[in-house]
């Protein structure tokens, strides 16, 4: 498996953020190397001794990944007391159902990777030096993404990112993309109904009134 030392050193230092509990994330890239790392809270009630996802913040996660047409590959989580990984890790990768699981083993003088794929098999880390040439990364950059530590889903799912263009982004979905297309270039005064908006979108009127208030929020938050 191939990761940037850069991508590695970010993600040290989120790791090092939060060493009384487990942390962890997915890494977006391909078969063969991570591109992105994306944090995930651990909601379990045990998290100095357990990780656990939920659904809803996999699938921002999985949205994100799709934004730099990259896929989620590897799911990770620490070990705060420095163990190695074990039969459980296995489970949790299974239980994932990601190519790769990573553990981040937290030492005294640093941290001990390790990455297993699904037969449990210890697979080589390479770091590399190579990073700006990335696309996936490049584009990261672009959007103010590049300290990948800062893109953090709240627990309540909530993206937390520097940089409007990343806001924006990250914001939108295809109702928001929709209905936007619709007011583009328009005057407030010149603006289709609600009710139009609904006919020309092909969504229901809730949609669009759901959309908008995003459209809305999003313009609070840029000023
Ligand atoms: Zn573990």
């Known amino acids: 498996m191939l990761i940037s030392k850069e991508l590695k050193e970010l993600v040290e230092q989120y790791v090092s953020k939060h060493r009384s509990t487990e942390v962890g994330g997915v890494f977006i890239g391909d078969a063969n190397r991570f591109d992105m790392f994306v944090p995930i809270p651990n909601v379990s009630v045990s998290p100095s001794s357990q990780y656990e996802q939920r659904r809803e913040h996999l699938q921002v996660a999985q949205l994100i990944a799709e934004m730099i047409s990259g896929e989620i590959v590897g799911g990770m989580h620490t070990h705060p007391s420095g163990t190695v990984v074990s039969e459980a890790d296995l489970k949790w990768l299974e239980s994932t159902g990601h190519k790769f699981g990573v553990v981040v083993a937290c030492k005294d003088d640093g941290f001990e990777w390790f990455c297993l794929d699904k037969k449990g098999r210890n697979q080589p880390i390479y770091w590399t030096d190579e990073h700006s040439e990335m696309v996936a990364l490049l584009l990261a950059k ?27 982004l990250l914001m939108l979905d295809r109702d928001v993309y929709l209905v936007k297309k619709q007011l ?16 020309k979108c092909g969504l229901s009127a809730e949609r669009v009134r759901r959309a908008m208030k995003k459209i809305v929020t999003r313009k609070e938050v840029a000023r």
């Open 142 to 168: 672009k959007m103010g993404l590049n300290d990948l530590g800062r893109v953090m889903i709240t627990p309540s799912g909530e993206l937390l990112c520097e940089g409007d263009e990343a806001k924006e």
């Open 184 to 199: 583009e270039g328009r005057y407030r005064w010149e603006q289709p109904s609600r009710k139009e908006l609904s006919e």
